[in-house]
T-cell receptor
């Protein structure tokens, strides 16, 4: 079963604009991670935020986590055509330290 | 590039056959996890191996089995293939049991006809 649900399912923007994707989850977590996937290939780890953190930055990426609302957002600033990909959130849960539970993903298209 | 490799890249099998997929983990990683990703879905956890022992398993039937070798490489075996087994199979290696960063390979695309 899916733990995280990304919103929107698809997002189309122009190069240079910001892209915001949201993720909601159901159970308590140890951490939440965002991954990128190009054209149905392997996943690339973007950023990890722990349950006691509220915001984290990495380059053009900004992730927030609200554990009271069980939600997270990923902001990509100044988007580029190369950012076109599917983005997934994944949660690591307290009782299941061995696995990541993924949502269905957001397909981001950045038009040049 | 994560340093995790998988083989083969693509595979076509017929219903009822058996398949073995292979994964080499990143140097220094002793934990390998396998995921199944159906088209349009997020990856689903199959199982994890830590130091050659199965450490946890998702909601997959026993015909999905695995191995981890002393060099920490791993195999995923699927018996009695069904059409719904068609998917991208991803392995991920990590430095330990916690769900901190997992490094994914490029995947094996399995098509069952």
């Amino acid at each position: 079963s899916q733990q995280g649900e990304e919103d929107p399912q698809a997002l189309s923007i122009q190069e240079g604009e910001n892209a915001t994707m949201n993720c909601s989850y159901k159970t308590s977590i140890n951490n939440l991670q965002w991954y990128r996937q190009n054209s149905g290939r392997g996943l690339v780890h973007l950023i990890l935020i722990r349950s006691n953190e509220r915001e984290k930055h990495s380059g053009r990426l900004r992730v927030t986590l609200d554990t009271s609302k069980k939600s997270s957002s990923l902001l990509i600033t100044a988007s580029r055509a190369a950012d076109t990909a599917s983005y997934f959130c994944a949660t690591g849960s307290g009782g299941s330290n061995y696995k990541l539970t993924f949502g269905k993903g957001t397909l981001l298209t950045v038009n040049p | 590039e994560t340093g995790v490799t998988q083989s083969p890249t693509h595979l076509i099998k017929t219903r009822g056959q058996q398949v073995t997929l292979r994964c080499s983990s990143q140097s220094g990683h002793n934990t390998v996890s396998w995921y199944q990703q159906a088209l349009g879905q997020g990856p689903q956890f199959i199982f994890q191996y830590y130091r050659e022992e199965e450490n946890g398993r998702g909601n997959f039937p026993p015909r999905f089995s695995g191995l981890q070798f002393p060099n920490y490489s791993s195999e995923l075996n699927v018996n009695a293939l069904e059409l719904d087994d068609s998917a991208l199979y991803l392995c991920a290696s990590s430095a330990g049991l916690a769900t901190d960063t997992q490094y994914f390979g490029p995947g094996t695309r399995l098509t069952v006809l």
